[in-house]
């Protein structure tokens, strides 16, 4: 997210150049200042020692120096009196992608074009670090700064929401809330699957949080739009949901079932204070007794026959599907990511927040993308909207 800039001009007096540098512990006095302008919430502003461990080693400023000129660009010279830096920006180096957290023109320099130096300029440095896509987020109202993206090959890829609500209203929601099932109501239930079908409603069975989720033979809406490739199941009939952390060399299959950028999710593990978690189907391709071959093996072998384990439907690999995901963060105050299929799903996994942070207290921030109905279930709940975003993607440009 950022606001948008303009082109630098020649000024009377002794001229310095300009490049794009990399932050260093002296900045962080730029990163208070250029921090409002980001219109975030004053809550997330970091103090210098997280800033300086997670946010300062991808941070980077637009200033005056004695260097070539401004990296990516077609070097450009301000008065001495003026280099203080002009421009700010975080950006995420992933696997393949380049995520720009935070983008910012000084206001006293917008449209002049700085904005699109600024662009150009982390275009150049993620296309030499290996980045062929890049993302970002942007608030729906800023047209200019969405102009300037278009222009430069992003596109909406889906929306997002932030959210706010108390950590006690979180642990004292409902217990149950219905599933969408193509656009009609269907109940999320446990069903006792020992050889029988998911025709039933009211059957019950143990298990923990792991339950069966029975659509009466339809298959989940996806959603419309952007939003879309975020949907909840292709495939009707019965589903085991269940709901845990996100074991380490996990992280990117649920990053392709959830169409974020490879790498980012070990990058979030690796910050001070980060818990992952998720919420996977298992699907059934041959009835609530379809089973893997483990998990056959497991309670007797491939020739057991045992209703529970009916291994004439066993698989050679556990058929899932990544339904949900939540990134807590405690320097974020919440969840900077949260996406979930459906309200129920987004219940279950705060429920296993809950548990693993037991009594929190104070205020919750969730960005919830792509949501299935999430924001509104929580609106209902008291959550408050902070802020709306548009997260926009593309290739990363090979000419600037």
Known sequence: MGRGGGESESRAGTECSLELRPATADDYEHYVTFFPELSLPASLLLPFDTWQRDLAPSTYFLAASGGDGLAGGDGESVAKSDCAPLAYVYVETLRDTGFIRHLVVHPGRRRQGMGTKLMRAVAARLAAAGCGQWRLNVFPSNTAAIRLYSHLGLSPLHSGTCLQISWERLASLP?????????????????????????????????????????????????????????????????????????????????????????????????????????????DAGGCGAVSRAQCEGVGGIENSNAKCRCSSVTDEDDFRVLGLACYQEGYGGFKIFRASSPALAQQLLQWFDQQLPGKIGTCTLLVEASGGVVEWLKAMGATTKYNVIQMAGNVPTNA
């Open 175 to 283: 217990q149950e809330h219905p599933v969408s099932c193509n656009e009609k109501q269907a109940r999320a239930v446990s069903l006792e699957c020992e050889g029988e079908s998911c025709a039933g409603e009211n059957g019950r069975c143990g298990g923990g949080r792991a339950s069966m989720l029975c659509c009466e033979g339809r298959s989940l809406e996806e959603g419309t739009g952007p939003d879309r490739q975020l949907g909840g199941w292709k495939d009707s009939g019965c589903e085991r949901v269940t709901v845990g952390g996100i074991e380490a060399g996990e992280e990117e299959q649920v990053e392709r079932e959830m169409g974020l950028p490879l790498g980012l999710l070990q990058r979030m593990r690796a910050l001070k204070g980060t818990l992952l978690a998720k919420a996977v189907a298992t699907r």
